[in-house]
């Protein structure tokens, strides 16, 4: 199989890249709103150069693409392109962005349909989403708890004591929503009122005296999934001096989750500009807006092994963890866990967001070795990063 982990940011914050652990609801979840059956393999990513792996790439190009990556320094990412923009005339205007940004591409294809959900399910991102699990396993910051309590006008775990406090799966079916109904819900909330960020992962909304977690998700991940179109992807490095991490993000995304809001000079805002005379059938939107690619090398590799079935030992950054002595403190550790670092509240992913290679790598040095996590609490669930690299049975 081959595959794409999906660093889409939706409704102006970063809450696409939301996510709870959790296996069992995450498939009864995409069952119900995909109606699809769930995928199984029986790897898994510590083993090196899987059957599925060689039919995904082909041994040739895969192994010129793992050695080809000798420079230690280079940013690396992924670059997604939704099912509704992936038309040829697209993908020859992002190839022609990539050239004139000296990005250069190790690695492209498309993600077999039948298997989206599935990769869904297992990719960093889905795999941490809040409707996945008990909503009270979430793990909120200070700020969150803070920002909740003036919202709402009750604690955090007062509310997690009633049956009204809902995963978005359990409130599609108690209110008798769609996922695009819920959606829409959802983006009338209001943020610092009727919605409020508890963590880097986890939004929580009120509606219809419901608290609701993530009701954004069930209708981004329905974009990643067409009948006639298939999702593709562009596995691509580039030099930090020639163009920095947040500035290549910037130039897929635009600065905005909404096409018509993006920078005109973004691959996102010219399709949305050019969408008809690029073969789109209708005009992009906040969900289905077109490309969306990863924050941060870190987010890049766990990306190669979920989407692309790429062996995580391979990956040049899974060299350099190995190098700097890393590996077991980062396997070991809490996906959802919050460090605090300079004064912000964030997941690890949330602190590596926007850094170029070896900031990003100093950074989880930092964090991972002098400044432990902060335990929320002995009850929670942990969904550590061995586990993103172990695909669901």
């Known amino acids: ?28 979840f995409t069952l119900l709103c995909l109606g699809l059956a769930a995928v199984g393999v029986k790897t898994t990513l510590f083993d090196a150069g899987t059957t599925e792996t060689r039919r995904a790439v082909g041994d040739k190009e895969r192994a010129l693409s793992y050695s080809s990556m000798s420079d230690k320094k280079q940013n690396t990412g992924i670059i997604f392109i939704k099912p509704h923009a992936s038309t040829d005339a697209v993908m020859r205007l992002v190839h022609k962005r990539m050239r004139a940004e000296h990005v250069e591409i190790l690695s492209r294809g498309v993600v077999r349909r039948d298997t989206v959900h599935y990769r869904l399910i297992w990719s960093v ?18 700020n969150g708890r803070d920002a909740f309590l003036a919202a709402f006008g009750k604690p955090l775990e007062a509310a997690f004591a009633e049956d009204t406090f809902l995963n978005a799966a359990a409130a599609m079916e108690t209110m ?5 109904e819920l959606y829409g819900m959802w983006r009338k909330l209001i943020p610092g009122q009727s919605r409020v960020k508890l963590s880097t992962h986890v939004w929580v909304g009120k ?13 981004v991940a329905e974009t990643y999934v067409d009948q006639y179109h298939n999702l593709r992807y562009l596995e691509v490095r580039w030099k930090p001096s020639d163009l920095s991490q947040t500035n290549f993000t910037s130039l897929l995304t635009g600065g905005n989750e909404d096409p018509s ?3 005109e000079t973004s691959l996102r805002g010219h399709i ?9 059938e209708s005009e992009p939107d906040i969900l289905h807006n077109a490309v969306v690619a990863t924050p941060s090398a870190f987010d890049a590799w766990l990306a190669a092994g979920t989407w692309l079935d790429q062996p995580w030992q391979y990956h040049s950054f899974a060299r350099a963890v190995i190098s700097r002595g890393l590996l077991d403190a980062l396997l070991s550790s809490d996906i959802d866990a919050v460090y605090l670092y300079k004064n912000k509240q964030a997941t690890l992913r949330g602190h590596l967001d926007g850094l170029d290679r070896v900031d990003c790598l100093n950074m989880m040095e930092d964090l991972l070795l002098n400044h432990p996590s902060q335990a929320q609490s002995p009850a929670v669930v942990t969904h550590t990063v061995r586990d993103l690299f172990t695909p669901p049975e």
């Open 261 to 263: 809001m993006a920078l």
């Open 125 to 142: 991102d889905m795999a941490m989403a809040a409707f996945a699990q008990a909503p009270q396993t979430i793990q909120p910051t200070e």
């Open 176 to 180: 008798s929503l769609t996922p695009r």
């Open 272 to 280: 949305h500009q050019d969408w008809e005379a690029l073969g789109l």
């Open 1 to 28: 199989m081959s595959s794409v982990t999906a660093a889409n940011r939706c409704d102006g914050e970063t809450e696409s890249q939301t996510v709870l652990q959790g296996k069992k609801g995450l498939v009864a």
């Open 207 to 219: 509606m219809q005296n419901i608290f609701v977690v993530n009701g954004f998700y069930p209708a």
